[in-house]
């Protein structure tokens, strides 16, 4: 008896399953991305209309607060979520506690008291643009908080305390309502965007070597590539900072990607001197240059090549191999081109050539597996030990640290000098929409475009804000109906919010309409106050727009003058300043410094950008062979070398402090001299010395190389 034939699926069915995957398809599609926005606007929502509806239950005297609080706080996963509204409650209590002082010293005294605030403010928006991470955040509510609670409190300093105590509950309600929503419901984990982040910069970084060595790159993608890199670098570890404040990221986790930054780091530089020596032969004399370079560039090929696989343990132990054997044979050839007579003999320099390139191919190849080791620890999840490298230092240049604080404090009197001469009660308003702005915009790289979108969102939602009052939350009787007439106009801006070219404009629109929309407990319905509240809160807007155009326009943050004249301090700092953890924090500055000029410059730079990139990667190799000069000297006894060798990096930071032909020479002559110093110890030296003193020659050259590089370009303009 032959078996039953299996059923034959109908077109019909055929087609159903069809259309069922391509649903499935297209649903997925949707909801890993416009889906993801529409889920951030509903926790906003969530977390908004649950923090004003406790507001009212608790019968606090300003539920917009509350509110407005869970609009700031809106951000992408939770882990950003936590720790804003972590340095948002340390801000406002410090802020009260500052407001409170000062109200007790001077509480008669309108003009000291506002003396007094405009100092407070322009200190803390000081601190605020030196941070530039979720730390500076605190600092911004630190100095806006007083001047909320203060301003209010002239006419009346008994009022002082009860408003300080009521600014920290409806703040304090809104964080627990935006913390809880966003953390529990549909939570978006900023511990796997890190990964992702790791990945992606591990896979870029491994192309970035490939391409370089195979000389698919020009000299200006290259440098364009560093620039991203040095944005990379800051942008990993403000998502570890956040990722922290997540309950399933873990200490030793922190830890590790501290020394996967650190790790990246120290390749990324390595590979950059080796690459500027492989670029300088090339553009050098052939009859100079092309002996070298026959006997390095086959290595190249052959990392290039090795570069290409999985860079497991194993593989990377197999590359140095196979590094080790192209170097022992490359020296092999050296020495038989010397022994045969017919040959061009070997001169010094390009001795020193081939030896500096053959250390710095042995240092990337050692600095590249220390790499690899930690991402794959990372990708694998496993626990390694490591060494605490130090945790990454931005550094913001003096000058637009004490400008920042100079303009928020300038706005301050101002706006409250015309509250004194038009005696317009609504200019109080205005007093801290422009105090504020000048705050928050201190640590953007365009201030400017930031304020420009926030008042665009304001005038955006003055005619959607009137309408809703008047015609929509007027006629709503109970809490539900409020919402339904408020929600339309939130939503809107929540999900401007998601998109990085409109989020100021959604913020604009929320934080505008949390202002004026939103009931109180006892609601009066004025068309006169709302108009006058408009145009006050759009005027403080327009007012910090313009205090960035007019007030020390040049010194905000990213300014390509002012990043070059830090690097030229970093580097003189490399000679001069003290060895603990030295060489960290030169990279980690260096790195911050051109993460500004990145973000200031937009993603295509321009000349006068990229100089200053070329002249920050310059003073980045010097610096860095000057500080391992240092712990050579360090580690040295009393000698002719190390006596050599220090005034080298003496001579050094005379021209990084005033750079001239001729300080320039009195460095290029000091370092001719330190090396034949050193190359008279060789023969003597024992084995470990040896190395050390091979690895010394390396540096020097590089420095000799880098300074001629500066002088040459003339490039020295911004170095006051």
């Known amino acids: 008896m032959n078996p039953p034939q299996a059923a034959t699926p109908t077109p019909d069915t055929s087609a159903a399953r069809g259309a069922m995957r391509w649903l499935a398809a297209e649903a997925k599609g949707w909801f890993n991305t416009e889906g993801e926005r529409w889920v951030f606007v509903a926790k906003t929502m969530l977390a908004s209309f649950s923090a004003l509806w406790l507001a009212f239950r608790l019968g606090l005297d300003a539920p917009y607060t509350a509110l407005a609080t869970t609009v700031i706080l809106a951000l992408p996963s939770s882990g950003m979520v936590l720790e804003k509204a972590f340095y948002r409650f340390l801000g406002t209590l410090v802020g009260c506690a500052a407001s409170l002082l000062l109200v007790a010293l001077f509480p008669q005294s309108p003009p000291l008291l506002f003396i007094g605030v405009a100092v407070w403010i322009a200190l803390c928006t000081g601190g605020a643009a030196m941070h530039r991470n979720q730390q500076s955040y605190s600092f911004v509510l630190a100095g806006y908080t007083a ?19 009521t600014r920290v509950t409806e703040v304090g309600l809104g964080i627990i309502c935006a913390a809880v929503v966003h953390d529990v419901v549909f939570p978006r984990r900023h511990s796997r965007t890190v990964m992702r982040t790791v990945q992606a910069r591990y896979a870029s970084f491994v192309t970035f070597c490939t391409q370089v060595l195979e000389q698919r790159l020009t000299p200006a993608e290259t440098e364009l590539s560093h620039l ?153 999840e496993k626990r390694q030990q490591v060494s605490d490298p130090g945790s990454y230092t931005p550094k913001t240049p003096p000058a637009i640290v004490a400008a920042s604080g100079f303009r928020a404090g300038v706005t301050l009197l101002l706006t409250a000098s015309a509250w004194y001469w038009l005696a317009w009660p609504f200019v109080g308003n205005a007093i801290l ?79 505008f309409c949390a202002t004026l929309l939103v009931p109180t407990n006892l609601m009066h319905y004025d068309v006169e106050s709302f108009m006058s509240s408009e145009l006050s809160l759009t005027m403080g807007v327009a007012v910090a727009y313009l205090m960035f155009k007019v007030v020390l326009p040049e010194h905000t943050m990213g300014q390509k003058d002012h990043v ?19 060489k960290r924090r030169f990279d980690n500055r260096v790195r911050d410094l051109l993460s500004q000029l990145n973000a200031a410059s937009g993603p295509a730079p321009g000349e006068a950008a990229r100089a200053v990139v070329r002249q920050g990667l310059t003073l980045l190799e010097l610096g860095h062979a000057v500080i391992e000069l240092r712990q050579l000297i360090a580690g040295s006894q009393p000698g002719p070398v190390p006596t050599a060798l220090k005034l080298v990096v003496r001579e050094l930071a005379v021209y990084l402090r005033a750079p001239s032909r001729v300080s320039g020479g009195a460095a290029l002559q000091s370092i001719l001299d330190a090396g034949a110093s050193v190359r008279a110890a060789l023969p003597s030296a024992t084995p470990e010395r ?21 002088i040459a370009t003339g490039e020295t303009d911004h170095a006051a």
């Open 564 to 582: 070059a004249a830090a690097l030229w301090r970093e580097a003189q700092g490399a000679c001069t300043a003290s060895m603990y953890r030295l």
């Open 147 to 165: 001047c909320m609670i203060a301003v209010p409190a002239i006419d009346s300093p008994d009022r002082v305390f009860t408003l300080a105590v």
């Open 433 to 511: 929409m422009a105090t504020i702005f000048c705050a928050l915009a201190s640590s953007s790289p365009r201030p400017t475009v930031l304020v420009q979108q926030v008042l665009i969102g304001f005038l955006l939602a003055t005619p959607l804000a009137f309408v809703s009052e008047f015609f929509l939350v007027a006629r709503a009787n109970d809490f539900p109906t409020l919402v339904v007439a408020a929600l339309p106009i939130f939503v809107f801006g929540s999900y401007l919010m998601t998109s990085p070219r409109w989020a100021g404009v959604g913020i604009g629109i929320c934080m």
């Open 690 to 710: 040896r190395l050390r003193l091979q690895t010394a020659l390396t540096d020097l050259h590089s420095i000799y190389t880098s300074l001629l590089d500066q």
């Open 228 to 380: 991203k890199f040095a944005a990379d670098i800051a942008a990993l570890e403000s998502g570890r900072a956040a990722a922290f404040f997540e309950a399933d990221h873990a200490r030793s986790h922190t830890r590790q990607l501290h020394a996967f930054n650190a790790a990246f780091m120290t390749v990324l530089t390595t590979f950059y001197t080796l690459h500027r020596l492989i670029h300088r032969l090339r553009g050098a004399a052939p009859r100079h240059a092309q002996p070298v370079l026959e006997l390095v560039e086959p290595m190249h090929a052959h990392l290039a090549l090795a570069l290409r696989d999985e860079l497991t343990p194993q593989h990377m132990a197999s590359m140095r191999t196979v590094l080790a054997a192209d170097i022992a044979a490359a020296r092999s050839r050296l020495a038989e081109a010397e022994a045969m007579e017919a040959a061009t003999p070997v001169t010094r320099a390009q001795q020193i050539d081939f030896d500096t390139a053959v250390e710095l191919l042995e240092r990337y190849a050692r600095d590249m597996e220390a790499f690899t080791g930690l991402y794959h620890g990372l990708a694998q």
